[in-house]
């Protein structure tokens, strides 16, 4: 009786926020001839969600510096963003977890730009496997430098050139970037340190007058790249997370591009994923454990009890 009484009240406080939601994020104040002319850097962007951002920019007519490690692969979105609209379409190629890469970036970004309109930190390294006292301790610097140390690196160099314009940094992290789940803990708290260090960084943005760039944090499901679709299609039987939908990789990253627009501090890509945050928040284990349901995974006994 208890447990069923617990769920209700659990189904109520979801109502409630799926309907404030559901009117906030059905709200169209996007105008697309606000990205017209902007100076965009995109960060991944050779495939994934990074290479559609840089289509949906194009389409917008932005202006583009794209920036992955495959040179090949960049010149063929280059040429596509060409086709599709944009003003103009470069890249850089350049492996983003050296810090002399990202001071490279910055160079190049600030001679092709007075300073950017918008930077997207977009790249990352997926993790997906139980972490026990067998995982590799080796790789985890490996996992920090890339998806969390070089996107510090980039947005501090970067931070001249967005004064000068009142940009906007988009940081795309990822659910698990606000809820935990299970086999992620490197990619988890990778995420994690994200949301402080840029949390943190608007407010000493502000402390200095500098209230005029905006940071958004994409906290994204996921999404239906050939990436993911790889990368699911590759994990062992039984481990693949069957029960959830994957989202179109158009609609996520024109949903990036509103948020980024709308200088929203942090912007969720399905919109219901904060309902499940601030499910979380006053009910972690009930969560917990049917994100383990959802992964496969049999929680434990006591993580039922709220």
Known sequence: MAVLLKVAVFL??????VAVLVAWYTKENFDPESVRGKKV????????????????????????????????????????CGELGAQQANYVVADLSSLE??????AETNKLFDGPDVLILNHFMP??????????????????????????????????GLQKTNGS????????GVVSAPRTAPYCGNKHALHGFFDTLRQDLALQGHNGISITLC??????TKNAREFIKALPAGKSVKTVKPEPVDEC??????????????????????????????????????????SNEKPPENMLKW
């Open 12 to 17: 109520g406080i979801c109502t409630a926020f």
């Open 41 to 80: 850097v995109i960060c991944g962007a050779s495939t994934g969600i990074g290479e559609e951002l840089a289509y949906q920019y194009a389409k917008l007519g932005a202006q583009l510096l794209l920036v992955a490690r495959r040179e090949e692969a960049l010149k063929k979105v280059v040429v596509r």
């Open 101 to 106: 890469a990202a001071k490279r970036l910055a």
């Open 127 to 160: 993790f997906y496997e139980i972490w026990n006292q067998n995982s590799n301790l080796d790789n985890v610097p490996r996992y920090f430098a890339v998806n969390t140390i070089s996107y510090i690196n980039i947005a501090t160099l970067l931070l001249p």
């Open 169 to 176: 940094i988009v940081v795309v992290s990822s659910f698990v």
């Open 219 to 224: 906290v994204l499901g996921y999404i239906d």
């Open 253 to 294: 990253a024109l949903a990036m591009i509103k948020g980024a627009a709308q200088r929203k501090r942090q912007m969720y890509f399905p919109w219901y994923l904060n309902i499940i945050e601030t499910a979380h928040f006053f009910f972690p284990n009930f969560v917990e454990s049917v994100i383990q349901v959802a």
